[in-house]
C-alpha cells in the first residue's frame, strides 16, 4: 500500500460480510440439498415397504384361496366315501338278509369267517399304528433361531401339502375301485338271476 493512501475499512468489512453472505448460503444450499435428497430416499422407503406390504396382502389372498379350495375337495372326497360307503353298507346288509335266509345251518359258520376278516383288519390297523408311530417322531427344534423355524414349518408345511395331495389322490382311486366292485357285484347278481330264471324255464319244459 502506498505511503499517505488512505485505508477503507468500511470497503474490507462490506467484503468480508459478502463473503461470509456467501459462505452461508452454500452452507444453507447444501443443507436443503441433503435434507431434499432424505426426503426422496423416505419416500422411496415408504414405497417400498408399501408394495411389500401388497405383495404380502396378495400372498395371503392367495394362500386363502388355495386353501379353501382344498377344505372344498375335501369336503367333497368326504361326502363321495360317506355315499359309497353307504352305498356298500346297503348292499352288504342286503346281501346278509339273503345269506341269512338261504344259509341255514352254515349261518355259524360264516359269522366265525366274518370275525375271522374283522381279525385281520385290527391286525392291519395296528401295523399301521406302528407304521406311523415309526415314522411321525418327534420335532426337535431345541437351539433354533427364527430364521430356522421359519424355514422348518415352509419345509413341513410343504411336505403336508404333498401328503395331502396323495391322500387325495389315494382316495379317488379308492372310490372309484368300490364303485367298480359294486357295478361288478350287481352284474354278478343279474346274470345269477337270469341264470336261475333260465334253468327254471327248462324245468318247466
Partial sequence: MPDGEKVDFDDIQK????????????????HFEHRKKEEEELLGLKDRIEKRRSERAEQ?????EKDKERQARREAERQRKEEA???WKAEAEAKKKIALSSMGSGYSSHLQ??????????????????????????LNIEGFTEDNLREKAKELWEWLHNLEAIKYDYCEKLTRQRYEVVSLRNRIDELQ???KKGAAARRRK
Fill in 15 to 30: 467484503k468480508r460480510q459478502n463473503k461470509d453472505l456467501v459462505e452461508l448460503q452454500s452452507l444453507i444450499d447444501a
Fill in 60 to 64: 395371503q389372498r392367495v394362500r386363502a
Fill in 85 to 87: 360307503d353307504a352305498h
Fill in 113 to 138: 369267517k366274518i370275525e375271522t376278516k374283522r381279525g385281520k383288519k385290527q391286525t392291519e390297523r395296528e401295523k399301521k399304528k406302528k407304521i406311523m408311530t415309526e415314522r411321525c417322531k418327534p
Fill in 193 to 195: 338271476k337270469h341264470s
